[in-house]
């Protein structure tokens, strides 16, 4: 798509219109006054708008190798400043919204792979007939909280509205076991864990089989998203497939079932377990899931008509560009607890939680709890699979490289590798970092292009709505 460029005549009513500060609009006007603004704008947009850019610096040369002809050349010398400027590639929302979402497209068609299948990524369309589910697995109370039930009032005796700031907060926070939370979701990885040990137990049980003898003929395979509840709380969104025993490539035996699969869930997470010792003043617990384990059937075996794959893998790969910022906590590490004075916004429940984080940091150093405060203790991966689910984060991004990188061989006439004879060119390349980010104009300007790419995105995705099969298509909705 091509983003409408940015005319520097127009830059000082626009930044006036939206209020922009005048140092930011002075440097939006020293930007878009200066010679290599129409390349510096080429750039972002090749970004796709990234809020964060890498700054490189550095030469590229293709050579042929028997004359010696320079083929291709390039150096940043030309571009501005000197620098080309790359996505940062950060998942987070909060931090990239661009990058983000493209992390979140490519999360989508990985975990829809395993869902329907899809041959161009390696996954068997048969994969959809295998049986599957959409668990979510929560963690335990730690003490009552502001919410707002299906039915009735909170425990308050308020009503409170979706946009109150009390929701997820302690009814008491004097009783309420912050700590207990923050080794909750510290721990919550080794908690999947142990669950994934005992699902294979209990399905292997339900087969009237041994685990190796289960094993031989089947396979669990899942991928899964981690989400913060608004009291600071981690639980998993986790679609757990069975396949055959080399994965989706086989087929299940015929006593693998959604019933089986649902009934093996609700009983491994029963049964998962993690201890924590006893250290200092504090003692020891026996960390466990909540007792809301959500188990339901996806695609054709739900009955459901909302919970499709499609709707599915749109929720994870919405889930994968959130962290803990979500509950109102800060996206960055702290550096000291004299920091919390300084964020005035911060919410009380999370501030509290913190600060839980920095009381249990001596008592369990191998815990690293206040290196992951920001994350209210949690240190997982919020977005994982386990291999034979489908394919890689990293594949996907191969391939768009590839696809990329054929486009500029093609506009610049060099020989495609797949025809040139081996060893016919040799590339010299030598890239040092120099930096990241923009200045407060740049920042300003970035934005804009963001949104223009993601207006067009928007309208392709709309052009494709009366046409058959138009979300199975490689639009990312």
């Not at 919550?188 to 005992?198: E, H, K, P, Q, V």
């Not at 739900?302 to 794959?309: M, Y």
């Not at 890239?431 to 300003?444: F, K, M, N, Q």
Request: charged share 25%; proline share 6%; hydrophobic share 35%.
């Amino acid at each position: 798509m091509t983003a409408f460029p940015v005319e520097p005549a127009a830059v000082a009513g626009a930044a006036a219109a939206v209020g922009t500060d005048p140092l930011t609009l002075a440097d939006l006007l020293r930007v878009a006054n200066s010679p290599g603004f129409d390349r510096w704008q080429e750039q972002v947009r090749r970004t796709g708008g990234c809020s964060d850019p890498i700054h490189l610096e550095g030469m590229t040369t293709i050579r042929d190798v028997k004359s010696g002809q320079v083929l291709y050349s390039y150096s940043t010398q030309g571009e501005p400043g000197g620098r080309l400027r790359v996505a940062c590639g950060n998942r987070r929302a909060s931090r990239c919204p661009s990058c983000a979402w493209t992390y979140a497209g490519d999360t989508f068609h990985l975990i829809r792979a395993g869902l329907t299948g899809d041959e161009s990524k390696g996954t068997p369309l048969t994969v959809r007939t295998h049986p599957k589910v959409f668990a979510t697995l929560t963690a335990p109370s730690f003490g009552p909280v502001h919410n707002r039930p299906t039915r009735g009032v909170c425990r308050c005796g308020t009503d409170h509205p979706e946009t109150s700031p009390l929701l997820g907060t302690a009814l008491n926070p004097a009783t309420y076991d912050y700590a207990g939370a923050v080794l909750w979701n510290n721990h919550a990885g080794d908690l999947w864990r142990r669950f994934t040990i005992y699902l294979r137990r209990e399905i292997a049980a339900r087969a009237g089989l041994s685990q190796k003898a289960a094993a031989e003929v089947c396979r669990v395979s899942f991928g899964k998203v981690a989400e913060f509840q608004k009291r600071g709380a981690v639980h998993f969104h986790a679609i757990v497939r069975l396949d055959g025993p080399d994965g989706p490539d086989t087929t299940p035996p015929a006593w693998a079932s959604t019933a089986l699969l649902t009934d093996a869930i609700q009983a491994a997470a029963a049964r998962a377990r993690v201890p924590v010792p006893a250290s200092g003043d504090h003692p020891a617990r026996e960390l466990r899931w909540g007792a809301q384990v959500d188990v339901r059937p996806i695609g054709a075996d739900s009955a459901n008509d909302d919970l499709t794959e499609q709707a599915v893998a749109s929720y994870v790969a919405k889930y994968a560009t959130k962290a803990a910022e979500t509950t109102g906590t800060v996206d960055r590490r702290i550096g000291e607890l004299a920091e919390l004075d300084k964020l005035t916004d911060l919410p009380a429940q999370a501030r509290r939680l913190i600060e839980a984080c920095f009381d249990l940091d001596d008592a369990y150093p191998d815990r690293k709890l206040w290196q992951w405060a920001h994350m209210l203790g949690f240190r997982g991966h919020f977005s994982t699979k386990s291999r034979a689910y489908s394919t890689t984060l990293g594949a996907l991004r191969q391939t768009r490289a590839d696809y990329r990188a054929r486009q500029e061989r093609h506009e610049r006439g060099l020989p495609d590798p797949d025809d040139a004879p081996e060893g016919s060119t040799l590339t010299l390349a030598h890239w040092t970092y120099a930096g990241h980010g923009h200045t407060p104009g740049e920042s300003w300007l970035a934005a804009t292009i963001a949104r223009d790419l993601h207006t067009n995105r928007e309208t392709a995705r709309d052009a494709l709505v009366d046409l058959p099969d138009a979300d199975e298509m490689e639009v990312w909705a």
